[in-house]
């Protein structure tokens, strides 16, 4: 049973941040052209997030470009994603948001929650907790 704990804990990020549907995120992957090598964003929304954040962790990021809806599933700790921006938070009352492939325009747009509620590390909900059950 060890060995499988050490597999599935190499090769994984430690800068991975907490994402959540309904988050507004730049995803910057690495591109590698012939010889050349250079650095892509994809900027768009969160509609899902699956298998937890191991090593098999992957989210389902959507934009609108040219008018035409673009979807791509971003694994947590591939080795050619640089780095992930969280831009901004949407209240949001589901895990998968499916239901905004089928909107359009402003009916496709969310209610922004302020950014620094939406992103708690499971620290401080630690020292939250710790704290509630100290009192």
């Known amino acids: 049973m060890d060995k499988i704990k050490v597999f599935n804990k190499k090769g994984l990020k430690s800068d991975v941040p907490q994402i959540k549907s309904g988050m507004k995120v730049r995803v910057w992957q690495k591109i590698k052209e ?35 809806g673009v979807e791509r599933i971003f694994p947590f700790h591939a080795p050619t994603i640089d780095k992930i921006e969280v831009l901004s938070q949407a209240k949001v009352r589901r895990t998968k948001l499916y239901y905004l492939r089928g909107r359009i325009g402003k009916k496709s747009k969310m209610k922004q929650v302020e950014l620094t509620e939406a992103i708690a590390t499971p620290e401080t909900k630690e020292k939250e907790e710790i704290m509630s059950v100290s009192e």
């Open 34 to 68: 012939g010889d050349k090598e250079r650095l892509q964003a994809f900027e768009g929304m969160v509609i899902a997030v699956k298998h937890g954040l191991g090593k098999t962790g992957t989210f389902t990021v959507r934009k609108i470009s040219g008018g035409i």
